[in-house]
């Protein structure tokens, strides 16, 4: 036997020892870097699990975003967004903002591009896409998210009177939840759904600008003494500084 083979021989054996005796977390590490040695798939399936398998269904903890890494998780988000070529076209539409409460996420209404139906809480294809695409990324992350829902301050009256802004607002957000969580969400990671009709305007200057027709996801900061996904509880209401 060749004396580089003896020692390529006895490195292996003691690799094999190493790995014998170490904790569980190591050797979980040590699998999961020879299964993706470039680390790609930790944001790309949702799950951390790589493609083809369920997204939301990997271990919540793989990723833990705070707020030294917040940043990361948008580039990441937009960068998903980017490589579907059916949503890339929206994306002046699809606003991210690191604030103080977590990561702020806007699709928002153009007059010729829509997320949902007009004046419904039925969501479109584009608004069926973007959503799923956003939940299959988040799914992966231990942090809970809030969801909002906004109009314009366009009147809207049905039902006699019984169904107006402020219900629509509420029912596009619960539907965008919905979506989210048949998709990827895990069923305790959404902690609120909020609706405000037209009380948080995005353009107060421009009241029925479709802008202001929006649905908002945070993605909330985990607390300092948390543990595995208990999340800060948001603010009430958007930021004011979250829109520009």
Not at 22 to 29: D, G, T, V
Not at 47 to 72: C, F, H, I, R, Y
Not at 135 to 154: F, M, W, Y
Not at 160 to 179: F, H, I, K, P, T
């Amino acid at each position: 036997m060749a004396y580089a083979d003896f020692v390529t021989a006895m490195m292996s054996l003691f690799i094999v020892l190493w790995l014998t005796n170490s904790s569980k977390p190591i050797k979980e590490a040590v699998a999961g870097y020879f299964k993706d040695p470039a680390g790609t798939t930790k944001l790309t399936g949702g799950n951390g699990k790589g493609p083809g398998e369920s997204p939301g269904e990997g271990e919540a903890d793989s990723l833990t975003v705070s707020k030294d890494n917040m940043s990361k998780l948008k580039d990441d988000l937009q960068a998903a967004i980017h490589k579907i070529q059916d949503l890339n076209k929206l994306n002046g539409q699809i606003e991210m903002t690191v604030t103080s409460e977590g990561l702020r996420i806007e699709l928002l209404e153009s007059a010729k591009s829509t997320f949902f139906d007009s004046a419904s809480p039925e969501l479109n294809d584009s608004g069926k896409e973007t959503l799923v695409a956003l939940a299959k990324q988040l799914g992966g992350v231990p942090n809970k998210i809030s969801i909002e829902g906004h109009t314009d301050s366009r009147p809207l009256v049905r039902h006699g009177g019984e169904y107006g802004n402020w219900e629509l607002s509420v029912d596009r957000a619960n539907n965008a939840r919905r979506l989210m969580q048949e998709n990827g969400l895990r069923a305790d990671q959404v902690t609120q759904v909020r609706g405000y009709a037209d009380q948080h305007l995005r353009k107060a200057d421009a009241p029925q600008d479709p802008s202001n027709r929006r649905i908002s996801i945070l993605v909330q900061y985990l607390a300092p003494d948390s543990d595995k996904g208990s999340a800060k509880e948001p603010a009430k209401g958007p930021e004011k500084d979250s829109h520009q």
